[in-house]
């Protein structure tokens, strides 16, 4: 079974950046079309970044043009490089296959402060 490992989470303030990175134990994780999820403190896991085959991306309204999707094939890792935070950006971030998410990880924790 897939284990997916999100890591680089942190406290920053409004406007700063983070880079989050995505790696997976047990299977190839250039094989597989990649997400990032979002879940907010009270509210459900979303998905808010797609990339398929390295190049295709898509985002989530809430993060166009803040948030970039990557990977790295050689370093078998997906990344999320993060900037302008906002508050509302607080919260855990988890990466799993898209579209059929397997086993949860631990995720990641992102907080940020005005």
């Known amino acids: 079974q897939v284990q997916f490992r999100a890591s680089g989470g942190g406290s920053v303030q409004v406007g700063g950046s983070l880079t989050l990175s995505c790696t997976a134990s047990?299977?190839?994780?250039?094989?597989?079309?990649m997400g990032w999820y979002h879940q907010a403190p009270g509210k459900q896991r979303s998905l808010i970044a797609t990339?398929?085959?390295?190049?295709?991306?898509n985002y989530a309204d809430s993060v166009k043009g803040r948030f970039t999707i990557s990977r790295d094939e050689d370093k078998k890792t997906v990344y999320l490089r993060m900037n302008s935070l906002k508050p509302g950006d607080t919260g855990r971030y988890y990466c799993n296959r898209v579209p059929q998410p397997e086993s949860w990880g631990q995720g990641t924790q992102v907080t940020v402060s005005s």
């Open positions: 990339i398929i085959n390295g190049r295709d991306t």
């Open positions: 047990g299977r190839v994780i250039s094989a597989f079309a």
